[in-house]
């Protein structure tokens, strides 16, 4: 089975190659059959990257340990779910992962292509199987998931217990899908560059690619976020650390693409941001990858060094090189952007909003490439810890955030500030109020006020500007109120779907400065039976039960959680001896309420004279980050729903 | 001219956080050079020596031998440990080192090690 999948990459690479190929001289000589050969490469392609899958997959679920990444990730006891996991545990696994989703996409973009803008389809597949190709170079020759052992074993070293979780499960996937999605709108952009478009802009037949790869990833780094809170047992849920970091600049520049995109008119070619910012996400992508693979910078979650750590910067630097002079030369073709706009107008707003983009991306790749610069430059290797970018930037998110709550209120043409401060007068007031009430309350806390001043802004300003648009269809309509509110959404998605998309970022943002400014925490050690005080609580520590299996054994200890009299919870910490897992594990016990998590980790025990040592944390609000990341994914998936057939008729893309 | 005082403004705050939050990475030696309580925080490089590593349950905690050529540090860390982490592994830890406890306190643990699997036969 192995040596099918292997195989299968193998031909799977060179159907790439040569898909490639024929696309580039079908556009060169202007060859249908070649057209022909280049499409069908890119089918072969996907099913030959699926074949390698699924064999992997079969070779997890099988149990087949003469497999390196089926040995070091699975064992005979694991479960099913989570042998399923272990695929993209491995970073040969995750490799062919992003492989096959890439492949996956491609096909379906190609596609799509060929329906709505068959002149660039050649071009497209040009570039793209050409990256594929890479791809799958890196995954036959550097990094192969079929890699054998010397030996046969009889059963498999296991899973990392803490990966046993299933927010940890779906975050790669959700994550190498947006980084797949990403280089549609990639191809497309350096495509656009090699011919001449008759028909109109890419723009619009790309945007929903940046979106889905958007959302995509944006989901992704929440998950991880979440597994990180829920399992690490530290109380947070974002270190910094240079592999997140490099998974979120691929969205900040997806983030700029998107609204980019969102700016072109119908028939109007896409801009220079929006070239640049296709190039940038998909680029980003590439470092991050790079970052995780090289040992380049030292991470919690880096796999060491490995030569397909160093393939990964060649193939970033060439994609750089080559789609940066396309576009280079783009620029200088077309001349400079049609003047300048105005700031108080939707095109100064956008224009505001990518270069704080770009100064946030800017800063954050400063301080996580800081070690490899001060190690080359300056003979003396430096980090740049979390301090650094708590410092830097939250003051660019919250200039974002005061932007985004402007912007729904803000027209394409120059606004006088008079009228904008009209406009803004209700969002403005609300604000003002509530946090008056906060100060009320006790907040001392500058950041406390800006972070919820900012989120409670767009919140209001996204409302004021629904609100406005469903009076205006019900005034037209003659509908009731809340009726044109909903119809809204059907009319125009990207609009309705980026309003609720930004009260869901917005929730995020209460989350964020909840959980930092409301926050304590307590370390204690107890006998059986006594108790302590925390936050308006009373912890009591009542037993501890230790629990055998063969696989493992689990030391729980209950605490019961009291509000002055009344017993409000059970809290079960535990600690986790693994047999296969020298390590031992803990899990947390959490208390969820709408105001504040109540946080509690069992340190250790001693068997001899029967304390337990614990640390118990207060994070506030924290739930909202959650609720916050479902509204932005049910808001996301309303602005990817496809339009009916019927209205799209007659129109480009 | 707005923007350039705005990229100055931003420089400004990147030049003051990296003031504050700088973290050098050293070896053993560098760091006893440097003075052990001087130095703060920093992160220090070594292997794991043989023979010294031991998990404590009772505290939740690992204890082990730094060591890079001649010279070695003891470290002490609690926290989640990487699945490559064992005797002889190349690790790079984060903290301070304590002069009461005469140990380093590391709040950080990171490995290098390529994968979890190494190829010589046990």
Not at chain 1, 138 to 157: E, H, K, M, N
Not at chain 1, 305 to 316: E, K, M, R
Not at chain 1, 379 to 405: H, K, M, S
Not at chain 2, 22 to 34: D, G, I, N, S
Request: proline content about 5%; glycine content about 10%.
């Amino acid at each position: 089975m192995a040596t099918l999948g292997s195989l299968a990459l193998t031909i799977a690479l060179a159907s790439a190659l040569g898909s490639a190929v024929a696309a580039a001289l079908a556009l060169r000589w202007r060859a249908p059959f070649l057209g022909a050969v280049a499409r069908r490469g890119v089918l072969a392609t996907a099913a030959l990257t699926s074949v390698a899958t699924l064999s992997l997959l079969w070779s997890l679920l099988a149990g087949d340990y003469r497999l390196e990444s089926v040995y070091n990730y699975t064992s005979l006891d694991l479960d099913p779910l989570y042998k399923i996991s272990a695929f993209w545990a491995s970073p040969q696994g995750s490799l062919l992962l992003w492989s096959w989703l890439q492949a996956m996409v491609l096909a379906l973009a190609t596609w799509r292509l060929k329906l709505r803008q068959p002149d660039m389809l050649r071009p497209f597949i040009a570039v793209s199987m050409l990256v594929q190709a890479l791809f799958l170079t890196a995954s036959a020759f550097l990094s192969d998931p079929f890699g054998t052992l010397a030996w046969i074993p009889g059963d498999g070293r296991g899973l990392n217990p803490l990966l046993e979780n299933l927010s940890m499960a779906a975050h790669p996937p959700a994550v190498f899908l947006g980084y797949a999605l990403f280089a549609v709108p990639f191809a497309l952009a350096t495509a656009s560059t090699l011919t001449d478009q008759k028909q109109g802009g890419w723009g619009v037949a790309g945007r929903p690619w940046a979106v889905a790869a958007w959302l995509a990833l944006g989901i992704g780094n929440l998950l991880g976020a979440q597994w990180a809170y829920v399992e690490l047992g530290w109380g947070g849920y974002w270190a910094w650390d240079p592999v997140e970091n490099g998974s979120l600049l691929p969205w900040l520049a997806g983030t700029a693409l998107l609204h980019s995109m969102g700016m072109q008119r119908l028939r109007e070619r896409p801009s220079h941001w929006v070239h640049l910012f296709a190039m940038l996400a998909f680029c980003l992508c590439l470092l991050g990858t790079y970052l995780v693979r090289s040992g380049a910078v030292s991470s919690v979650h880096s796999y060491g060094h490995s030569p397909v750590g160093d393939f990964f910067l060649w193939f970033l630097l060439a994609m750089l090189t080559g789609s940066g002079s396309l576009l280079a030369l783009r620029w200088r073709r077309s001349g400079p952007a049609s003047g300048q706009s105005p700031l108080l107008s939707k095109p100064g707003a956008f224009l505001l909003a990518n270069s704080l983009l770009l100064a946030v991306a800017f800063v954050v790749l400063w301080g996580t490439l800081y070690p490899v610069i001060s190690r080359t430059l300056l003979r003396q290797e430096t980090y740049l810890g979390a301090d650094y970018f708590n410092a830097v930037a939250p003051p660019l998110f919250l200039a974002l955030l005061v932007l985004l709550a402007a912007c729904p209120l803000l027209t394409r043409d120059q606004d006088s500030p008079r009228r904008l401060a009209r406009k803004l007068a209700l969002p403005l007031g609300l604000t003002t109020l509530a946090l008056a009430a906060l100060g009320f309350s006790g907040l001392r806390e500058m950041w406390g006020y800006l972070g919820f001043g900012a989120a409670l802004l767009v919140v209001s300003s996204s409302c004021q500007a629904w609100v406005g648009d469903a009076q205006a269809r019900r005034l037209a309509r003659g509908e009731p109120l809340l009726v044109s509110f909903v119809r809204l959404i059907a009319q125009n998605r990207p609009r309705y779907g980026g309003h609720i998309v930004h009260v869901g970022l917005a929730l995020i943002v209460v989350g964020i400065t909840g959980s930092a400014v409301y926050h304590s925490e307590l370390d204690f050690s107890l006998a059986v039976g006594q108790s302590v005080s925390f936050a308006g609580y009373t912890l009591t520590y009542e037993d501890i039960v230790v629990e055998s299996t063969p696989s493992r054994d689990t030391v729980a200890a209950v605490v019961v959680l009291a509000d002055g009299n009344l017993r409000v919870g059970t809290l079960r910490p535990q600690k986790i001896l693994h047999v296969s897992y020298e390590q031992p594990v803990s899990e947390v016990a959490i208390r969820t309420t709408p105001l504040h998590d109540l946080y509690l980790i069992l340190q250790g025990w001693d068997a001899a004279s029967g304390k337990a040592v614990f640390r118990v944390l207060l994070n506030g609000l924290i739930v909202w980050m959650w609720i916050g990341s479902a509204v932005l994914l049910l808001g996301g998936l309303i602005c990817l729903w496809p339009v009916p057939r019927s209205r799209t008729a007659g129109l480009p893309g | 001219m707005l923007g350039a005082l705005v990229g100055l403004a931003i420089g400004l705050l990147v030049w003051s956080a990296m003031q504050s939050s700088a973290v050098y990475y050293l070896t053993p030696a560098e760091l006893r050079a440097k003075g052990l309580e001087q130095a703060g925080r920093v992160r220090v490089a070594g292997r794991v020596l043989e023979d010294t590593l031991s998990w404590d349950s009772v505290q939740g905690s690992v204890s082990f031998t730094l060591a890079e050529g001649q010279d070695s540090i003891p470290v002490r860390y609690a926290g989640p440990v990487p699945d490559t982490f064992r005797e002889g592994a190349s690790v790079v830890v984060e903290g301070k080192y304590s002069s009461a406890a005469e140990r380093f306190d590391a709040h950080l643990l990171m490995t290098k090690c390529p994968s979890r699997y190494e190829t010589r036969l046990e």
